[in-house]
C-alpha cells in the first residue's frame, strides 16, 4: 500500500510548487492529477490508462529525424543533422510539433525476443 504524506513547512521548494502546506501527497496518479509534468496534454491523454499487454519505449534518433524532418524548415533540420544534435533537444522538437516521441511495444513480442536472446 501507497503512503500518503501531508505536506509541512519546509517539505516544499521555492519553484511555484503545485502543492501547499497542509496538501496531502501520493506517490500514485489519482483521478483527475495533472501529470506527469514533463508530458504534453496530448502524450497524457494517449497514456492516461495503462495499457496490459503494452509498454512504451522511446524511440531511436534516427526514427525521431525521420519523423521530425516534414515537420521541420529544411535549415532548421540540416543543422540537427550536421551538428549531431542530442535526442533531448530532438525529443523537445517532437513535442512542439506533437510528435510522439514513444512507441508501444507490445509486451508478449518483447518475451519473446528476450527469451531469444537468453536461448530458452
Avoid: H
Avoid at 500518503?4 to 483521478?31: A, H, K
Avoid at 503494452?54 to 543533422?81: A, I, T
Amino acid at each position: 500500500m501507497m503512503r500518503v504524506s501531508t505536506m509541512t513547512e519546509g517539505c516544499l521548494g521555492g519553484f511555484n510548487p503545485l502543492l501547499q502546506i497542509g496538501n496531502l501527497q501520493s506517490m500514485v496518479w489519482n483521478e483527475g492529477d495533472n501529470g506527469p509534468y514533463c508530458m504534453q496534454q496530448t502524450e497524457r491523454e494517449a497514456l492516461k490508462n495503462d495499457l496490459r499487454n503494452f509498454k512504451y519505449r522511446m524511440k531511436s534518433k534516427q526514427q525521431l529525424l525521420n519523423e521530425l524532418e516534414p515537420k521541420c524548415n529544411r535549415e532548421e533540420f540540416q543543422s540537427l543533422v550536421e551538428n549531431n544534435a542530442p535526442v533531448k533537444k530532438i525529443r523537445k522538437l517532437c513535442r512542439a510539433r506533437e510528435i510522439d516521441w514513444r512507441k508501444a511495444v507490445e509486451v508478449t513480442v518483447e518475451i519473446k525476443k528476450n527469451l531469444e536472446v537468453l536461448k530458452i
